[in-house]
Every structure is written in C-alpha cells, then in structure tokens.
C-alpha cells in the first residue's frame, strides 16, 4: 500500500512543485493537497484543478475563513495584538487555523506525514510543525526547502518550467506573496534592499494614499464584548464584515506598513503589509476600550498583549501561555460594547464619537467645572503622599 503525504497546498510557486519533487524522490507514494481556504482571492476551482495537473492523486479546498475570523481574528481584534507594536500578524493568524486543516485531513486519510513548503529560512516552518505538534505529535514532517537542491525562487521556477507547470511568477516581478481574508504581504525583488523605496505597484489591494478619493467617508462600527458585529448600524455575519471593511480601507487607503521585523528563525527581513480591514477595526476597538476599560487594567492588558503577538508570531496558538492570556483578553472585554464612529481619509483614521453605555468617562467629573465626586482641594493631599519619596530621597542627598 502507497504511503499518503497531507501537502499544504496554495498553488503557488513552492508548493506547486513540492508534488512532483515528492513523486520523483519518495517511492510508492500518494501526495494529497489540501487548501485552506482563509479569505485569499484565488479561485478555488483553479487551486484544484492545478493541484491534480501537477500530479496530486487528490486535492481538498476546504473554505476555512469563517473559523479564521472567529477563531483567530477576533482574538486578535479584542487583544489588538501586534508583533513589535507594528504587524498586525495576518500570515501568523492563519497559519494554526490551517495546520489544523491539515492535521484533520490526515486523519481522514490515515496519512502518517504531512509536507510544507515553507522555506527554511522562514518563520511558517515554524507555525506549521508546531501546530501539527500540539494537535498530534505522531505526524511525521516533510520539509523540501530543507532538503532539496533547489536553493532560491529562481531555481524553483526553472524546475517548474522544466516540468511544465504554470506560474504567476517571474524572474523579473519574483516578490513572494501571502493572501488571506485579513491581510496580504509581499517579500522578496527589490525591497529587499533596504535602501529602495518600496513602489506602489507592490500594492495588491489597497489604493495608494496619494491616488485615494478627495472626499473623506464616516463610518460607524459597533462591538459586543470586544467584538465587532455591525457596519453602519447593518449587522452582519463575521467573515462579510471583515470583506465589507476590508473594501472600506481598500478604497481609502488605509492599512499599509512597510517593515524591517525580526524573524524567529534569528534574522531580520523586510515586508510590505496591506491590512486594511484589521488596520481599522484595531483602531476602532481601540478608541471604544478607551472610553470603556479601567486605568489599571487597561496598562496590563497593553503588556500581555504585546507578548500575545511575539507567541502568535511564533506559532505557538495552542500554548498554555496563549490560552491563558486569551482567558485575560477576554475578561478584560465584558465592557467593550457599543459604537464607534471614524473618519477614514487617504490612509488616516480620525476618531469621531463614542457611543456606550459602559463609558467610564463622566463629563461631569472630567470636565473643570465643579462635582460633587471631585474636589480640587483634595489634590494637594493625594500630591503631598504622592510625592513623599522624592521629598525623601532629596532630603537625604542634602545630608550628603
């Protein structure tokens, strides 16, 4: 009987490959592909039909993306976790959701190894081995790009001209390119010098700010417990929402970070990422929890949170740690329901009202007029304990 291999499969260049690079250099075996499909454009159809062309003896396309955003992307959102206060880990987020995929699929097909094709000096090798380890730590790993003789994108196209498969790449526009529902990122051609401004034809869906409309465009989200659940007052199922914010930030050109991150692997890289729906509800969620969160907890949940993006981005979803600050986030989010309204504006996001019923903020009490819960005479108190350490401290280096 014919060993299975479980092949994450996109269809692009590394992975299109992998299948008959499997067939010519492991005997008696079956490659099975599996996409996830997390949001990315492409049409599915084509994924598929590419998959067996290539020589998978079977091909699953499963859409995956209402689990992404209510799995992976909601938690980010309520935490607003981001990688080094920057990244606002797109490809991290997906990443466990389609292990997970894969690992299924295994078991469905009583596959002993699953095969990826991250490359080694990536951080994706990482998400996907770990996740597999946490779900079943039996799965045995094929990992090609440490293996092969294949040693850049440019010997890879040339295998795949020479085994007639078809690509959207070429040696000339050879950027590597991540899509999904929350993000896209694009690496590798010339902003890998960090000395090139990067061009706006890198973009793959948002506008450009300086070519976004003249016109500003108000629009109002509404959250439930940190979650958001409306546009514009029409409630709408998860993954829509996303789409429909998405298109906002698109059209205004909202969402885009050009990056010099470290990877986990221990060196540095430069990315250019579009997130243009994530870039505004992050943003949005923001201003509500401000008006609704607590000073303490609120200052906590910033440092948990920054740690929260080093484990997504280190793939480690299913950790103890992750759960348990999860656990937190989710806590700390009771409150956070009501509505924002913002401004959206050639790639800027303008604050423009707070509607809750949660609101810490008490006019009366933050204005400068009087109130009754306020006195200012009370502040020369709390300033004179306050300050008893410095007056302390000054009055020992007076000794001296």
Same mark, same amino acid.
Request: with cysteine; proline share 3%; charged share 30%.
């Given at each position: 009987?014919?060993?299975?291999?479980?092949?994450?499969?996109?269809?692009?260049?590394?992975?299109?490959?992998?299948?008959?690079?499997?067939?010519?250099?492991?005997?008696?075996?079956? &490659?099975?592909?599996?996409?996830?499909?997390?949001?990315?454009?492409?049409?599915?159809?084509?994924?598929?039909?590419?998959? !067996?062309?290539?020589?998978?003896?079977?091909?699953? &396309?499963?859409?995956?993306?209402?689990?992404?955003?209510?799995?992976?992307?909601?938690?980010?959102?309520?935490?607003?976790?981001?990688?080094?206060?920057?990244?606002?880990?797109?490809?991290?987020?997906?990443?466990?959701?389609?292990?997970?995929?894969?690992?299924?699929?295994?078991?469905?097909?009583?596959?002993?190894? +699953?095969?990826?094709?991250?490359?080694?000096?990536?951080?994706?090798?990482?998400?996907?081995?770990?996740?597999?380890?946490?779900?079943?730590?039996?799965?045995?790993?094929?990992?090609?790009?440490?293996?092969?003789?294949?040693?850049?994108?440019?010997?890879?196209?040339?295998?795949?001209?020479?085994?007639?498969?078809?690509?959207?790449?070429?040696?000339?526009?050879?950027?590597?390119?991540?899509?999904?529902?929350?993000?896209?990122?694009?690496?590798?051609?010339?902003?890998?010098?960090?000395?090139?401004?990067?061009?706006?034809?890198?973009?793959?869906?948002?506008?450009?700010?300086?070519?976004?409309?003249?016109?500003?465009?108000?629009?109002?989200?509404?959250?439930?417990?940190?979650?958001?659940?409306?546009?514009?007052?029409?409630?709408?199922?998860?993954?829509?929402?996303?789409?429909?914010?998405?298109?906002?930030?698109?059209?205004?050109?909202?969402?885009?970070?050009?990056?010099?991150?470290?990877?986990?692997?221990?060196?540095?890289?430069?990315?250019?990422?579009?997130?243009?729906?994530?870039?505004?509800?992050?943003?949005?969620?923001?201003? !509500?929890?401000?008006?609704?969160?607590?000073?303490?907890?609120?200052?906590?949940?910033?440092?948990?949170?920054?740690?929260?993006?080093?484990?997504?981005?280190?793939?480690?979803?299913?950790?103890?740690?992750?759960?348990?600050?999860?656990?937190?986030?989710?806590?700390?989010?009771?409150?956070?329901?009501?509505?924002?309204?913002?401004? !959206?504006?050639?790639?800027?996001?303008?604050?423009?009202?707070?509607?809750?019923?949660?609101? !810490?903020?008490?006019?009366?009490?933050?204005?400068?007029?009087?109130?009754?819960?306020?006195?200012?005479?009370?502040?020369?108190?709390? +300033?004179?304990?306050?300050?008893?350490?410095?007056?302390?401290?000054?009055?020992?280096?007076?000794?001296?």
């Amino acid at each position: 009987m014919k060993e299975k291999v479980v092949l994450a499969y996109s269809g692009g260049l590394d992975t299109s490959i992998i299948i008959p690079w499997l067939k010519e250099n492991y005997e008696d075996i079956d &490659v099975i592909a599996v996409c996830g499909n997390v949001g990315q454009e492409d049409k599915m159809e084509d994924v598929y039909n590419k998959a !067996l062309e290539s020589g998978a003896s079977k091909a699953y &396309v499963d859409d995956i993306s209402e689990e992404f955003v209510t799995t992976t992307i909601f938690e980010a959102i309520k935490s607003e976790a981001k990688y080094e206060n920057k990244y606002l880990l797109g490809t991290s987020l997906a990443r466990p959701i389609i292990a997970k995929k894969l690992v299924e699929i295994a078991h469905k097909e009583g596959a002993k190894y +699953i095969c990826h094709g991250c490359t080694g000096k990536g951080n994706d090798q990482v998400r996907f081995e770990a996740t597999i380890a946490a779900l079943d730590p039996s799965i045995k790993i094929i990992a090609p790009w440490r293996i092969w003789d294949i040693k850049s994108r440019e010997d890879a196209i040339d295998y795949a001209e020479k085994h007639n498969i078809k690509l959207n790449v070429t040696k000339k526009k050879i950027y590597s390119v991540d899509a999904n529902l929350w993000h896209v990122s694009t690496e590798g051609g010339d902003i890998e010098h960090l000395e090139n401004e990067h061009k706006k034809d890198v973009y793959k869906e948002i506008v450009d700010p300086m070519d976004a409309p003249d016109e500003c465009e108000y629009i109002e989200i509404g959250f439930e417990k940190g979650e958001p659940v409306t546009l514009n007052d029409e409630k709408l199922p998860p993954v829509e929402l996303v789409k429909k914010i998405n298109e906002l930030g698109k059209k205004h050109g909202i969402g885009i970070i050009d990056i010099v991150e470290n990877r986990l692997v221990g060196m540095k890289s430069r990315g250019i990422y579009e997130t243009p729906g994530g870039t505004i509800l992050y943003e949005a969620h923001n201003i !509500l929890e401000s008006a609704t969160l607590d000073k303490d907890t609120m200052h906590f949940k910033h440092m948990v949170s920054y740690k929260l993006g080093e484990l997504i981005y280190n793939g480690l979803w299913y950790s103890k740690l992750r759960e348990s600050i999860s656990a937190f986030i989710n806590e700390t989010q009771k409150n956070v329901t009501g509505k924002v309204r913002i401004r !959206l504006y050639k790639g800027a996001i303008k604050p423009a009202g707070i509607f809750t019923d949660n609101a !810490l903020y008490d006019e009366g009490i933050s204005s400068f007029g009087d109130s009754e819960l306020y006195d200012h005479k009370d502040a020369e108190g709390f +300033i004179n304990i306050f300050t008893l350490p410095l007056k302390i401290d000054a009055m020992r280096k007076n000794r001296d």
